[in-house]
């Protein structure tokens, strides 16, 4: 593995960083893309998602504060519309949304819990609601069903991606346990209502 130096690892950063604001890339495809960037070679010691987060964060102060704030509080308007719709599986909300560097381009991930995922494909039916099955990595690294649908805000120039991953009902289980930084991975209802507030209070995310 070849290890950056300072300079360089810094441009890995940023260019991963503008990737992830600007294009929505999730923090592993932002982190290959730059390094073909940047023609850099392919066993590159890549940065951990601490520090792509940090340099997310950097980036979005310097290019963006005013308006990612806008579409973070949109983006967590739908997020909150759609965990009360589907209440019953008792949803959370993870990733960029809830750490609070969501941009337009993101997608929002609500990870649900029922005994089966047709149940969810119901509720879906009886609302009328356009979905496409698929599947993704769940909570604890296991391949999950997830139903995607594409919802709007009027405060956002394009469609959002809503991925519902629908775990069995016991998979909750430490999934509010804090990270390696002390912090929530995701939180509930109450819980992104608190944020918003608290973001709507300072200004900000």
Known sequence: MTLLRDDAAGELLAT??????????????AKQRAVRQLGLARRVAMPD??????????????????????????LREVALRWMDRLDEFRPLVGGAVWHG?????????????CDDT??????????????????????RGEAVEVLTLRDRH????????????????DDDRGALRPDAQGRSP????????????????????
């Not at 604001?21 to 592993?28: A, D, K, M």
């Not at 560097?101 to 819990?113: G, K, N, V």
């Not at 149940?119 to 609302?127: A, G």
């Open 16 to 29: 991963a960083a503008r990737l992830v604001v600007e294009e929505g890339l999730e923090y592993g495809p």
């Open 49 to 74: 998602n601490w520090a792509l987060e940090a340099a997310v964060r950097e980036h979005i102060a310097i290019f963006c504060p005013e308006t990612q704030a806008r579409e973070l509080a949109a």
């Open 101 to 113: 560097t969501a941009t337009a381009h993101s997608d929002i991930y609500l990870p649900l819990f």
């Open 118 to 139: 047709k149940v969810v494909e119901w509720r879906l039916l009886d609302r009328r609601v356009d979905y496409h099955p698929g599947s993704m990595t769940g909570l």
């Open 154 to 169: 009027p405060a956002l120039g394009q469609p959002v991606l809503v991925h519902l991953m629908v775990h069995g009902p």
């Open 186 to 205: 995701r939180g509930d209802a109450a819980a992104l209502r608190a944020r918003m507030a608290e973001a709507a209070a300072e200004g900000g995310a």
